[in-house]
């Protein structure tokens, strides 16, 4: 059930969003058109704040270190709330923006755009915080870890996709490099005296492909062979994949990983190769669920005319670097439809889908319902104490 405030907030807000709707669309068509790699988005790190100070922004360029990486900040610093608006605009080539980056850029650019007017009223600052390499090296890590969002009372960004979500459920994720080392030989005239790394990775995959039965529900383990040999007419002595290990949480991923690890070392030693198995530094863990901010946002969502599902009847099967993020500052991700059930995200498909009228409802619901969510936390003091009160009670156990 929707409240009169909240559709009075979503009606003020989408006014202000028409003044600037050009613009915003216009920002969004400029990243899925300038695809960039992760952490070398400067073309659309730069369009973006420009954009940005052009509205009266106050923009920290290539903030903890990161080139691509930026703080634009509206309103007093000792405003009595302060919330975050994340942007992600890093592509996957030669997919292109093939996870909607674009879309997730643009709505909460158009969220913050259309909250200025109403930030002195609300006493509310006003933050757009741009991440880079969520498909990469995770910004959300190192600008989490820097401080970028110590001041923030909650922060949120959308996820386009195939459903309405208002509290979408991620997976932790792991990635792994797996390497065998094998020995040289004629690949014919005699084969019998090399050792073939790249059977013991393809076995290793086979291996893996059989634990998928046995492994729990919510898990997923997936992967591609990047080095397989370099001469066809020699036994390839050198072999290396990448394969991304998730699972619900750390202490089922933990469980899910070990069982790879295994399969791959003993696939690489049963061709009579060596393996080593090297975990990426860190891992993602799944974003932390704030019950009272997933609420804020149902209620708006249904404002502009949408009926979000509950997680109850999705099982999210995706990760983000926004999990430790989370267990810092008050963080929402919900998944907005823009595309059929048969158009999935990492795909040629999903990277057209990204522009045009669908996209465009996606980014315009999407901000309306971020920025009117950001204006009824501002506007109740019983929200925000609820807000926090969950938050501690997540992290800490303690309310």
Known sequence: MTSPFTEL??????????????NVIAVSEFIHANVEESSKEFACSARLTTELEHHGFTVEHGVAGMDTAFRASFGSPSAASTVAFVC???????????????VVAAASYGAALALRPFAD??????LVIGTPAEEGVGGKYILGDAGIFDDVDFAASIYPGMDDISASRTLAAHRLTIEAFGEPAHGAAHPELGVNALDGIILGFSAMAMLRPNLPPTARIHGIIEEGGIHPQVVPDYARATVVVRAADLIEL????????????????????????????????????????????????????????????VAGAWSTDAGALSRRVPYLQPQIKMTTRSVPPHSHAFHAASVGPDAESCISDSAIALAAMAAEYASDPMVRAEVGSQFRQATTGRP
Not at 9 to 22: F, G, V
Not at 93 to 99: A, D, E, I, L, T
Not at 279 to 305: K, M, S, T
């Open 9 to 22: 907030l979503a009606s003020k807000i989408r006014t202000a969003l028409e003044q600037d709707w050009q």
């Open 88 to 102: 992600e605009y890093d592509g996957l080539p030669p997919y292109g923006q093939s996870c909607g980056h674009n």
């Open 121 to 126: 009223d609300l006493d509310l600052r006003v």
């Open 254 to 313: 933990a469980e899910v990983r070990s069982r790879v690890t295994r399969a791959f070392e003993q696939a690489i030693e049963a061709v009579g190769a060596r393996s080593t198995v090297t975990p990426a530094q860190r891992c993602a863990e799944a974003v932390l669920g704030i019950e009272a901010l997933a609420g804020l946002f149902d209620n708006a969502l249904r404002v502009v005319g949408r009926t979000p599902q509950s997680t109850d009847q």
